[in-house]
């Protein structure tokens, strides 16, 4: 009976030991989850960054952010050396072309250069939506993927957290059960040892 008693106690540490050890695997994975999440957040924050930056610029050209934000926004056009240098060539080319055939002082040149930034700036609008588009979209769909990694990466965490309770529940039930048994034969070593001594006496 006594080794019954010093066997479940051994039994009970065992018990908790393996809870133990579970539980501190599932804490281990738990944190190799969080740091990937981390990783995959910081590799995607520039994309967002920059789709944010867009989309923030979209919204200017296009007058969300006010009349000031938009004027702004086609002034960064007007003085940007992307314009200027389109300016310069579309304009040389309609000059050089007219020089060519002689007609220099002709009406044709002169409608020509006046219509040409109107036609060069609404262009350059244009083109630069597009390409803010891109980038919108690059980040919506950065965010979109950091959004469902953190989803993925949530259950996860939740699915490890579940089975790290019921590793430390289980050790404790575990646990207590050996205690129990303990207790129960150590009420029947004494009930024999006490009727030993009744029949004895």
Do not use: C, H, W
Not at 58 to 85: C, H, K, R, V, W
Not at 164 to 169: G, H, I, M, N, S
Request: proline share 1%; no cysteine; charged share 10%.
């Amino acid at each position: 009976m006594i080794g019954g008693i010093t066997g479940a106690s051994a039994s009970a540490k065992g018990a908790q030991r393996a809870a133990q050890t579970q539980a501190g695997a599932a804490e281990q994975a738990i944190a190799e989850q969080r740091a990937a999440r981390l990783d995959a957040q910081n590799l995607q924050d520039p994309f967002v960054k920059a789709g944010t930056s867009a989309l923030a610029q979209q919204m200017s050209l296009i007058g969300l952010n006010g009349t000031a934000g938009q004027q702004d926004a086609f002034n960064a056009l007007l003085s940007s050396p992307e314009y200027s240098t389109a300016v310069r060539q579309s304009e040389q080319a309609i000059l050089a072309s007219a020089a060519a055939t002689g007609g220099l002082r002709g009406g044709n040149v002169q409608n020509s250069l006046a219509t040409n930034r109107e036609d060069l700036f609404s262009n350059l609008i244009t083109q630069q939506m597009g390409r803010l588009g891109g980038l919108t979209s690059l980040g919506q769909n950065a965010a979109a993927g950091v959004g469902n990694n953190g989803l993925v990466s949530a259950g996860a965490i939740g699915d490890l957290l579940q089975q790290q309770a019921a590793a430390l529940a289980g050790g404790q039930i575990a646990k207590g059960n050996v205690n129990a048994q303990s207790f129960n034969n150590i009420l029947k070593v004494a009930g024999a040892v006490t009727g030993a001594g009744v029949r004895g006496f």
